[in-house]
């Protein structure tokens, strides 16, 4: 295993059963995600990135295989050390936002580490910086019905990042936006991947397949490619577009 790898599997396997019949979404993937990487996920519908996104996220376990995180073997974990992995050591940024429509944005923001516990004061400091930090300081007193998609997802992954996660994990995340705030979006997380955050994209989106610094593409639960991408775009610019 590389030393380098945050995220690390090896023969993973996930097997559904339904009813009299098994489907098997995945089949033995091998990756290795390195720290800093950016890498686009992509495939056709079916192909497993979904499945994989769950297991890279400790939202399901693997029916087989090893998949180690930053050193520890998460296939192993029970119940409660994949909560604490995930709280803790991911962020998570999802095609429809999620965020909760009566909490203003700075309150969204602070929610991870309300679950965490943390003081009031620590936990609003930590949010006003990453609101600024998406370029949305003068947005945290707003909720989300008073902000356009972009503004909302920008508010999504700053509450991804509060927690300072070692991956942050986005699915479809310009699903539902228009080209012009896709774009805004991209500029974002191309200045996250300048900042040395790694990123791990599962999108249909081919500007994301044009824009990351790896492609990993599935078909029928296997890895097809896996293709580093030279000469890609890094903007390390926060704040510097309008909002959208």
Do not use: W
């Given at each position: ?18 009813g ?16 800093g ?14 499945t ?68 009031r ?87 994301i ?36």
């Amino acid at each position: 295993m590389s030393a380098m790898a945050v995220l690390h599997l090896r023969g993973v396997t996930k097997v559904y059963h339904m009813g009299s019949v098994d489907v098997r979404a995945l089949n033995g993937i091998d990756l290795d995600i390195l720290d800093g990487d950016y890498v686009g996920i992509m495939g056709p519908s079916g192909s497993g990135k979904t499945t994989l996104m769950e297991i890279l996220g400790c939202l399901s376990r693997p029916t087989d295989g090893a998949y180690t995180f930053s050193g520890e073997r998460v296939d192993r974990l029970d119940d409660g050390g994949l909560a604490l992995l995930r709280g803790q050591r991911i962020g998570f940024v999802f095609q429809t936002f999620n965020l909760l429509p009566r909490l203003t944005a700075i309150e969204n923001v602070e929610l991870p580490l309300l679950y965490r516990r943390t003081p009031r004061r620590e936990r609003r400091r930590a949010a006003v910086e990453m609101l600024d930090r998406v370029g949305l300081g003068s947005r945290a007193a707003h909720r989300p019905n008073e902000m356009s998609g972009g503004e909302r997802q920008r508010v999504a992954i700053a509450r991804a990042l509060v927690n300072q996660p070692a991956v942050l994990l986005a699915d479809e995340p310009t699903g539902n936006l228009d080209s012009a705030t896709g774009e805004t979006i991209l500029e974002l997380f191309e200045a996250l991947h300048h900042d040395g955050q790694t990123l791990v994209l599962v999108t249909h989106d081919p500007r994301i397949g044009e824009r990351v610094g790896r492609v990993v593409r599935l078909r029928d639960g296997v890895v097809e490619s896996d293709q580093r991408r030279t000469g890609i775009s890094k903007d390390p610019r926060f704040g510097d577009h309008p909002a959208s």
